[in-house]
């Protein structure tokens, strides 16, 4: 079994930055691959970004060149930074984890965290 806790989060004004970041444990970290997604009010959950045991990263076209997905293997987390947020950015942002390979789809996923809100404002 693997948990994921997200923190991070909160408010900021469109233009500004922000971090989110996912500790995982229960499982090696090297094994699992690491997606966030995000789930705006009255929308689908969407991805976001995903990356790989290698680094290999993917990013969805809507936040492509403002953020960054990266891991710590000493600290066991997938950290996103978000830069120049836009307030179609806000939404609760979930991480998700699978052993093997990963996804873009949701549904691939079998480890979700509990979500934290982001919160852009005009």
């Known amino acids: 079994q693997v948990q994921l806790v997200e923190s991070g989060g909160g408010s900021v004004q469109a233009g500004g930055s922000l971090r989110v970041s996912c500790a995982a444990s229960?499982?090696?970290?090297?094994?699992?691959?690491v997606a966030w997604f995000r789930q705006a009010p009255e929308k689908e959950r969407e991805f976001v970004a995903r990356?790989?045991?290698?680094?290999?990263?993917y990013y969805a076209d809507s936040v492509k060149g403002r953020f960054t997905i990266s891991r710590s293997s000493a600290e066991s987390t997938v950290s996103l930074n978000m830069d120049r947020v836009k307030p179609e950015d806000t939404g609760v942002y979930y991480c998700?984890?699978?052993?093997?390979?990963?996804?873009?789809?949701?549904?691939?996923?079998?480890?979700w965290g509990q979500g934290t809100q982001v919160t852009v404002s005009s």
């Open positions: 990356i790989n045991s290698g680094g290999m990263t």
């Open positions: 229960g499982r090696p970290f090297g094994a699992l691959y």
């Open positions: 998700a984890a699978q052993e093997g390979w990963g996804s873009a789809d949701a549904s691939h996923y079998h480890y």
